[in-house]
C-alpha cells in the first residue's frame, strides 16, 4: 500500500493552476524581512532563494524529464562566471540596470546547455547521467586550467554597486539585494511551473515515465528531452546570475562535483515529485548547512544518514510526506490521525534525538582535548565521562525506540481509516 | 627506451588497480543494473579496516580478513539497503549508492578522524625487487601486480568453469529465465554484491599503504571507476581489463612526457601569440600533457558515450 | 502549509542565531576556517591554538583594557568561499569586530574582498581581518587593503629563504620545480624560477611543471622524472595528500636530495611521512619549535600538549596575531573602533616568544620577521609532531627575512 501510494507520488503534477499560491508566496517573500531583520538572517534567506531556483531547475531534469544529471552545477557556475565578467566590463555595466544582469547568465547557462544537450540528450538513463558526470568533472577541471576565464581556484570577483541604480536603488545593502532575488525567485519559480503545463513540459512527463509509446504518439524522445535540458540550463543560469550579485564572488567551488551532488541532495531530500519539493528541500536544506553546522561539527553526518533514510523510506521526499496527507484531508478525516502520530511520532522523535546524544557524546568523548570533560547538548551542560548522561542518552533512546515501536500499528490502523472513504456508515 | 619500460610497469600497476575496483562494479552492474556510486567506498573501507587490523594482527591478515569483513558489510547493504529501494526504480537505486558513499565518508571520519592513517607496506616487503636504469621497482609493486592477476584468473576460472559461474552467466542475459528455473535470484544478487564489493576491498587493502589512507581516497578514485566501466562496456570482465589498461597506461604516459600544446598548435600551423600572458587563449598555449593526465579518461567516455555508447567491449547499451 | 513552513523555519533560524549572539562584553574574535570536512584536522587544530593563545597570554592576564577577556568563536566555512561569506556575515551580526582566517588563499581572497566592500557600505560595523596563515602574495600586493594584515611570512618571502639556502649549497646543481596547478603552484613555481635566476643563475632548472590538485592517485611518473632528470634539490608547494603522495613516492623510487617545501608537517603528515622524510623533507616557515627559542615558548608547548595531547602547535604565529592585537586594543584605548586599532596594529614591533621580533610593515601590512628552514627528523626534537617522535628542527635562520622587499600595494586609508 504506502509502496503504490510512494510510487504514485514520485509522479509530478497534480497541483492545480491556482494564483492563491502564487499571492500567498509573494506575501511572505515580502513580510519574511520584516521579521527577520538581522543581516545574517538576511543572507542566509538570500543562499535559500538562490538553492530554491537552482533545485527547481534541476528538478526540471530529475522530476519531470527523468534524466539525472551528476554535473549540472556547471550551467549555474558558467552562468554566475559570466554575470561576474560582465560587472567588470565597465562601461556596459553601468549602462545596465542589476536587475537585467541576471538574464545575460541565464542565457549563458542555456549556450552551454544547448551544446551539450546536442550530445548528451541523445538517451536518457545512464548514458546522460554518464555525459553529465563526464562533461561537469572536465569543465570543473578547466576551471582551474583556463585562469581567463575562470580566474584559478581563487575564482573571480566583481563590485555589484557600480551598475545603473535602479530607481536609484544601488543595491549597498544585503536587504535591497533580498528583494532583487526575491523578485527573480518568484519570476523564474512561476515561469518553471508554466512550462510544466506547456506541451513540451507535458511531453517531458511522457517521454520520463514511456519514451517509446511517446514515440509512437509523433513525439521526438531526443527534442522533448533537449528542450527540458536547455530550459533548465537557462533558469541555472539564472540562478548563477543571482549568486554572482549575492556574493559578488565565484569560484571553482561553484562548478565542483561537490556542488553538483549537493543539489541532486536538496531535489531529491525535497521530493521530485511534485513541482514545490525542491523548494522544501533547498530550505531544509540550507538550514542544516548553515544553521546546524554553527552546533555541531557533524552536520554532514546527519545530512547523509537524513539523506539514505529519504531514499530507502520516503522516496517523494518531503513534499512527498507531505502530500500523503492530501487524502485522508479531503475525505475530512485528517484530523484522526493527529493523535496516533503524536503517539508515534514523539517517541520516535526522543529516539532519534537520543540516538544523536549518544553520537555527540562519543564523538566527544574520543576527539575532546584532555581535561574537556565539560559538554553541551540541548542546552544542558553535563560531564562527558560521567556515567549518567549515558544511561539517560541510552534510556531516552530504547524507551523511544520501544514506544514508537509498540505505537506503530495503531498508527497504521488509523491510517488506512483515514484513507478509507466511510462506505459501512451509510 | 628504458624509461619506456618503467612506465609501462607503473601504468600495469595502476591499471590493473583500477581493474580490481572495475572487475567488482562491472559485475555488479550486469547482474542489477545498478551503477554503485558507493563502490570506492567499500574500497576506502577496505583500507581502514586492513589497517585497524594490521594494528594488531599485521598486514597480511588484514589482507585476508578485511575484504570479508567489506563483502559482508557489502551483502548486508543490499539485502537491506539496495533491495529495498530496487523497487522505486533505477534512479533511486542509483541515488541511494550516491547517499551511501557521502554518508560512508562521513563515518569513517567519525570513527577514525580525518588525518592520513600511517598504513604502511609490510616491513618483508619493503626492498627494490629490480631496478631499470636507475629507475627502482618496488617488490610491493610486483606484488601487487600478481595478485590483481591471480584474482582476474580466478575470477575468469569462476565466471566460465564453474556451475555458479554459469548461472550468473546467466542471469546476466535472463534474470527472468534464470529465476523460472528456480534459482534464488535475489540470493544470487546478494552474493555478487558481496563479492564486488569485497574485491573492491582487497583492492583498499593493497592500495592503502602506497596511494595513502585517507578519507578523501574514495572521493579522489571515485567517479573515474565508473569511467572505466563505462569505456570497456558495461558487464563485459574482458572490457574492464583493458579499458583498466587503457587508463593506466594513458594517463601514466602522459605524465610521464611533457607534450605540450604548444608544440602542437604550431605543428598544425598557428603562430604563438605574443606577449602570450595578454592573449586570451594563453591559457590554451601553455597546457601541457601532465595538467590534462587526469582528465584524459573522462574525454575518452564522453567521446565513447557518443559515437559508441556500449563502450568497447559491451554488448548491450549502457 | 508552505507559509507556516517557511514561518516555522524561519522562527528556528532567529532562535538559533539569537542563541548563539550571546553578552557583548568579550572582545570575540570570529575563527572562520574548515571545522568540518577533509580539512577539519587544521582547522579544528588552528582554533585550539588560537583559544589557548587568547586564554594563557591575555585572559590569565587579566585581560585588555580594563579586564576585557578575549573570545575565540569558531564558525565552519567547509574550506568554501560562499559559505566563509555567509559565516562572515553571522558573525558580523552577532557583533564580532575581528576576523581571523588562514586555510586556503582562495578563501582568504573572498574574505578580504568582501570585507573591503562591508567596511566602506557599513561604516558603523567595520571589522578587520587577520590572515594567519594564507600566503599568497597578491593579499598583500595588487589586492591589498586597510582591512587587512597578514601575519605569516608570504609565498615569495618563504622562496628567498628557501633560494638563499638552496644558492648556499655549492653541491646543487640541478633544481626541479613541481606543484599543485593552481594560483599558489604556480607563485611558488614562478618566485623558485626568479630568484635561482637572480641568486644562481648557474643553476639549472631541469623541471618545472604543474599537477592537478587534489586529482593525482599515484605520483609515481612524476618522481620518475624527477629521479631520471637528475635533479639535486626539488622545491614543491604542496600541501595536504598531495604533499604527502609527491614525498612518498619521490623517496621511494630512489631520490635522496633535499625536498624544500612549504606544508609537510602537522595535520598528520609528519606522522605519516616518518622515517621516509627524514633527511629529506625540508621546511620553511616562522616560528623556531625545536630548538625551544625560549623558556617561555618551551614552557607555552607543555602547557598546550597538556592540554591537547593529540594537537600540534605547528602554526606558531598564531600566538603573535593574539599578542599583537591585545597590544593594538590596548594601545587604541578601544576594541570598538577598529579604525584606531588598525593604525595601531601599522608598523607595531612585537617581541615574539618563539624569538625575533616581528614588524607589520606599515605600507602592505605583510608581517616581517625571522623564517626558518627546518629539517624533518627525530633527532634532538623537544616537541614532535603528532605524537610521532618526529618533528622539525631549525637548520638555517634568515633574520627579518625579505624586510626591504618591493610591493605592489597602493593602500587607501580611511
Known amino acids: 500500500m504506502t509502496d503504490q501510494t510512494a510510487s504514485a507520488n514520485m509522479r509530478a503534477g497534480s497541483m492545480t493552476l491556482s494564483l492563491m499560491p502564487w499571492i500567498v508566496a509573494a506575501l511572505v517573500l515580502v513580510l519574511l524581512p520584516q521579521i527577520f531583520t538581522a543581516n545574517s538572517a538576511i543572507t542566509i534567506m538570500n543562499q535559500m532563494a538562490i538553492t530554491i531556483i537552482f533545485a527547481l531547475a534541476y528538478n526540471m531534469l530529475l522530476g519531470q524529464g527523468g534524466m539525472l544529471s551528476f554535473g549540472h552545477a556547471v550551467y549555474m557556475g558558467v552562468g554566475g562566471f559570466a554575470c561576474v565578467h560582465i560587472m567588470n566590463m565597465d562601461d556596459f555595466f553601468a549602462s545596465i540596470p542589476l536587475v537585467v544582469l541576471p538574464i545575460f547568465g541565464g542565457l549563458f547557462g542555456m549556450g552551454l546547455a544547448t551544446i551539450v544537450g546536442s550530445f548528451s540528450t541523445r538517451k536518457a538513463g545512464t548514458v546522460f547521467a554518464m555525459i553529465s558526470l563526464g562533461v561537469g568533472e572536465l569543465i570543473a577541471a578547466c576551471s582551474v586550467i583556463i585562469v581567463a576565464f575562470f580566474g584559478g581556484e581563487e575564482g573571480i570577483s566583481g563590485d555589484r554597486t557600480y551598475a545603473m541604480p535602479t530607481f536609484g536603488v544601488e543595491f549597498l545593502q544585503q536587504i535591497e539585494v533580498y528583494y532583487l532575488i526575491a523578485f527573480w525567485l518568484l519570476i523564474s519559480a512561476a515561469l518553471m511551473y508554466l512550462f510544466s503545463r506547456t506541451p513540451v513540459g507535458r511531453m517531458a512527463n511522457a517521454v520520463r515515465d514511456n519514451p517509446e509509446r511517446a514515440e509512437f504518439l509523433g513525439y521526438s524522445a531526443r527534442w522533448v528531452r533537449f528542450y527540458s535540458f536547455v530550459a533548465s540550463g537557462f533558469f541555472a543560469g539564472i540562478a548563477g546570475g543571482l549568486f554572482a550579485i549575492n556574493y559578488e564572488i565565484l569560484t571553482e567551488e561553484n562548478l565542483n562535483a561537490t556542488s553538483s551532488g549537493t543539489i541532486l541532495l536538496v531535489t531529491f531530500l525535497g521530493g521530485v515529485g511534485f513541482f514545490f519539493g525542491p523548494i522544501l528541500g533547498a530550505i531544509a536544506f540550507t538550514l542544516l548547512q548553515t544553521v546546524l553546522s554553527l552546533e555541531t561539527e557533524l552536520w554532514a553526518f546527519y545530512a547523509g544518514a537524513l539523506f539514505v533514510a529519504t531514499v530507502m523510506y520516503f522516496p517523494g521526499g518531503l513534499a512527498g510526506l507531505i502530500m500523503m496527507h492530501v487524502p485522508a484531508i479531503r475525505l475530512g478525516k485528517g484530523s484522526r490521525l493527529i493523535l496516533p502520530y503524536i503517539r508515534t511520532l514523539v517517541p520516535a522523535a526522543i529516539c532519534i534525538l537520543g540516538a544523536a546524544a549518544l553520537i555527540e557524546m562519543i564523538f566527544h568523548y574520543r576527539h575532546a582535548f584532555a581535561g574537556d570533560e565539560e559538554m553541551t547538548l540541548f542546552w544542558i551542560t553535563f560531564n562527558s565521562h560521567d556515567v549518567l548522561p549515558w544511561i539517560v542518552a541510552v534510556g531516552l533512546t530504547l524507551a523511544g525506540f520501544f514506544t514508537a515501536r509498540a505505537t506503530a500499528p495503531a498508527l497504521l490502523e488509523a491510517w488506512g481509516d483515514a484513507n478509507t472513504p466511510d462506505r459501512m456508515q451509510v | 627506451m628504458d624509461l619506456v619500460l618503467v612506465n609501462l610497469i607503473d601504468g600495469l600497476v ?295 555508447p556500449y563502450g568497447l567491449f559491451g554488448k548491450r547499451d549502457v | 502549509m508552505r507559509k507556516s513552513f517557511k514561518l516555522g523555519v524561519s522562527a528556528a533560524l532567529a532562535l538559533a542565531i539569537s542563541a548563539a549572539a550571546g553578552l557583548a562584553e568579550n572582545i570575540k574574535i570570529a575563527f572562520i576556517d574548515p571545522l568540518s570536512g577533509p580539512f577539519a584536522s587544521t582547522g579544528t587544530n588552528g582554533l585550539h591554538q588560537f583559544e589557548f593563545a587568547a586564554e594563557t597570554m591575555v585572559n590569565a592576564n587579566g585581560g585588555v583594557l580594563d579586564g576585557q577577556m578575549f573570545e575565540v568563536v569558531g564558525f565552519d566555512n567547509k ?168 614525498g612518498k613516492s619521490i623517496v621511494e623510487n630512489g631520490y635522496t636530495g633535499p625536498i624544500y617545501t612549504y606544508y609537510a608537517a602537522g595535520s598528520g603528515i609528519t606522522a605519516a611521512f616518518g622515517e621516509t622524510g627524514k633527511g629529506t623533507i625540508r621546511l620553511v616557515g616562522e616560528g623556531q619549535v625545536n630548538p625551544p627559542a625560549s623558556d617561555s615558548a618551551a614552557d607555552y608547548y607543555t602547557a598546550f600538549k597538556e592540554k591537547y595531547p593529540d594537537g600540534n602547535v605547528d602554526q606558531s604565529r598564531i600566538t603573535n596575531v593574539i599578542g599583537m592585537l591585545a597590544q593594538a586594543i590596548n594601545e587604541a ?82
Not at chain 2, 600511517?118 to 621497482?137: K, M
Not at chain 2, 529465476?179 to 555478487?192: R, W
Not at chain 2, 564486488?196 to 574514495?218: E, K, N, W, Y
Request: charged letters at 15%.
Open chain 2, 14 to 308: 595502476t591499471g590493473l588497480l583500477l581493474f580490481m575496483l572495475s572487475a567488482g562494479l562491472t559485475l555488479i552492474f550486469s547482474m542489477m543494473g545498478v551503477l554503485n556510486f558507493a563502490h570506492a567506498s567499500f574500497y576506502m573501507l577496505g583500507a581502514y579496516f586492513a589497517y585497524q587490523i594490521s594494528l594488531a594482527f599485521g598486514f597480511w591478515m588484514g589482507l585476508l580478513i578485511a575484504p570479508i569483513m567489506v563483502g559482508l558489510l557489502g551483502a548486508g547493504v543490499e539485502r537491506y539497503g539496495l533491495r529495498r529501494v530496487h523497487q522505486y526504480g533505477h534512479v533511486p537505486e542509483l541515488i541511494f549508492t550516491f547517499g551511501l558513499a557521502l554518508l560512508i565518508e562521513e563515518v569513517v571520519q567519525f570513527i577514525w578522524g580525518k588525518n592520513q592513517m600511517a598504513y604502511d607496506i609490510p616491513e618483508v616487503l619493503q626492498f627494490t625487487a629490480f631496478s631499470i636504469a636507475g629507475n627502482s621497482i618496488p617488490a610491493y609493486k610486483i606484488f601487487m601486480i600478481f595478485i590483481s592477476i591471480a584474482i582476474f584468473i580466478g575470477l575468469l576460472y569462476v565466471l566460465t568453469r564453474t556451475r555458479i559461474g554459469m548461472i550468473i552467466q546467466a542471469a546476466l542475459s535472463y534474470p527472468r529465465t534464470v529465476e523460472a528455473l528456480g534459482h534464488n535470484v535475489p540470493l544470487i544478487f546478494m552474493g555478487v554484491f558481496g563479492v564486488g564489493t569485497a574485491l573492491a576491498g582487497v583492492a583498499g587493502v593493497i592500495a592503502g599503504p602506497v596511494l595513502g589512507t585517507f578519507p578523501g581516497m574514495a572521493f579522489v578514485l571515485g567517479s573515474i571507476v565508473f569511467v572505466t566501466i563505462v569505456i570497456g562496456g558495461l558487464g563485459s570482465l574482458w572490457g574492464a581489463l583493458v579499458a583498466s589498461l587503457l587508463i593506466g597506461w594513458l594517463t601514466t604516459f602522459s605524465k610521464a612526457y611533457n607534450l605540450r600544446m604548444e608544440d602542437f598548435l604550431t605543428f598544425i600551423g598557428f603562430s604563438r601569440p605574443d606577449p602570450i600572458w595578454d592573449s586570451a587563449w594563453r591559457d590554451l598555449w601553455t597546457i601541457t600533457s601532465p595538467q590534462v593526465a587526469d582528465i584524459l579518461p573522462y574525454i575518452l567516455m564522453i567521446l565513447i558515450l557518443i559515437f559508441r
Open chain 3, 333 to 414: 584605548g578601544t576594541a570598538d573602533d577598529v579604525v584606531a586599532v588598525a593604525y595601531a596594529l601599522e608598523g607595531m614591533e612585537y617581541e615574539s616568544m618563539w624569538g625575533g621580533t616581528v614588524l607589520m610593515r606599515e605600507k602592505d601590512h605583510q608581517a616581517i620577521q625571522n623564517v626558518h628552514i627546518h629539517e624533518h627528523t627525530d633527532e634532538d626534537i623537544a616537541f614532535d609532531y603528532d605524537n610521532s617522535g618526529f618533528g622539525i628542527k631549525v637548520v638555517k635562520t634568515v633574520e627579518m627575512a625579505a624586510a626591504e622587499s618591493e610591493t605592489t600595494c597602493n593602500m587607501r586609508r580611511p
Open chain 3, 79 to 246: 574550506i568554501s568561499p560562499k559559505e566563509s561569506l555567509i559565516q562572515l556575515q553571522v558573525a558580523i551580526d552577532q557583533g564580532i569586530r575581528f576576523i581571523a582566517q588562514g586555510n586556503s588563499s582562495g578563501v582568504a581572497n573572498a574574505l578580504t574582498e568582501a570585507i573591503d566592500k562591508h567596511n566602506r557600505r557599513n561604516p558603523d560595523d567595520r571589522v578587520l581581518f587577520l590572515n594567519y596563515a594564507a600566503v599568497d602574495p597578491a593579499l598583500t600586493n595588487d589586492k591589498c587593503n586597510f582591512w587587512h594584515f597578514r601575519f605569516d611570512a608570504n609565498a615569495d618571502i618563504k622562496m628567498d629563504a628557501i633560494t638563499d639556502s638552496i644558492a648556499a649549497n655549492e653541491e646543487i646543481k640541478k633544481v626541479y620545480v613541481i606543484g599543485q596547478d593552481y594560483s599558489f603552484g604556480k607563485a611558488v613555481a614562478s618566485a623558485a624560477v626568479r630568484f635561482l635566476g637572480e641568486k644562481r643563475p648557474d643553476i639549472e632548472i631541469v623541471g618545472n611543471e604543474l599537477h592537478p590538485i587534489g586529482k593525482v592517485k599515484d605520483f609515481t611518473p612524476y618522481s620518475r622524472k624527477i629521479v631520471a632528470s637528475d635533479a639535486d634539490a626539488i622545491i614543491t608547494g604542496n600541501w595536504g595528500a598531495d604533499m604527502l603522495g609527491l
